[in-house]
């Protein structure tokens, strides 16, 4: 009777092993089937099935579905190549000023704009349907949306102080011939201080005196130090503020861009928050279309 009974146990297990294979390979030959008939709805789904039900569901529902993804995640290079192709062509459409470049298989940089100069802006997701920004670069253009405001630019206080600095430099350099003048007088003045035979009690006050015009003429030295290497400085700075100024042109072309298409950078925070659904959306109307031709 035990024995009878191991048996019809191992059965079931058997019966419920064979299944759940036969339902792994169901899902390997349904992805396979969405891959060569081009159905990336299908595959997004097949991909993600909770996120894609809780997302795009018309009904809401409770029940998890079952993920098996990982017997495929090894390819999630390929499949992201193959889904980038009809996202790219949505991107195009919706974000205009996107452009991208496969650097590796399934792997997308993001560039905003085809102007001279254009930045890299950071990655592309197929998979997800996301935009991976850079920090810096993302948070560059959000500053500059929000100091626009008070008719400021991300850069003006660092090409402000920049150029405050050449005044400064040129000032020095301009003032050369007084300096020199200067040192002259303090000269004199040393010789002066040099050859008197004070008093005891103004011994004390002769030596300050020395002491005062040995630090000015320290100082003044300084300062020729500075002006004399100063050209190369004012140059540097005027490089510096060249591409400071050309980095706000090119925050100026992508604000632009942005308004454009968007009309506000809310509007296009809350499209790149809500690109999975709206993407997927699309797509389904695209296949509701097909199925009714």
């Not at 409770?62 to 495929?72: C, P, R, V």
């Not at 500075?226 to 400071?244: D, F, M, S, V």
């Amino acid at each position: 009777m035990e024995r009878q009974m191991e048996t019809d146990q191992f059965s079931q297990n058997d019966t419920l092993l064979s299944s759940a294979l036969n339902e792994k390979m169901q899902y390997l030959n349904d992805l396979n089937d969405s891959v060569k008939n081009g159905d990336d709805l299908q595959i997004y789904q097949l991909m993600d099935p909770n996120r894609y039900a809780n997302e795009l569901a018309t009904e809401e529902t409770e029940e998890s579905q079952t993920d098996h993804f990982g017997l495929a995640s090894d390819l999630t290079a390929q499949l992201s190549h193959h889904l980038s192709n009809k996202l790219i062509d949505y991107l195009g459409a919706t974000y205009p000023f996107f452009y991208y470049h496969e650097y590796e298989l399934g792997k997308f940089h993001i560039y905003f704009g085809n102007w001279w100069d254009h930045r890299m802006f950071g990655e592309l997701d197929p998979i997800n349907v996301r935009f991976n920004f850079d920090d810096n670069e993302y948070q560059m253009l959000s500053k500059s949306f929000q100091l626009e405001a008070e008719n400021r630019r991300v850069n003006d206080d660092t090409m402000q102080k920049l150029g405050d600095e050449n005044e400064r430099i040129t000032k020095l350099i301009g003032e050369q011939d007084q300096r020199d003048k200067r040192k002259e007088e303090i000269r004199e003045q040393l010789k002066e201080n040099q050859e008197k035979s004070p008093m005891p009690w103004e011994a004390g006050k002769v030596k300050e005196e020395r002491q005062r015009l040995n630090d000015e003429m320290l100082k003044l030295t300084q300062i020729d130090e500075e002006a004399t290497g100063g050209r190369p400085t004012i140059k540097e700075n005027e490089n510096k503020i060249l591409a400071l100024s050309k980095e706000e042109t090119i925050l100026s072309l992508e604000k632009q861009n942005i308004r454009a298409t968007f009309g506000s950078f809310d509007a296009f925070i809350e499209n790149n928050n809500n690109l999975y659904t709206k993407y997927l959306q699309s797509l389904s109307k695209e296949s509701q279309v097909s199925d009714g031709e």
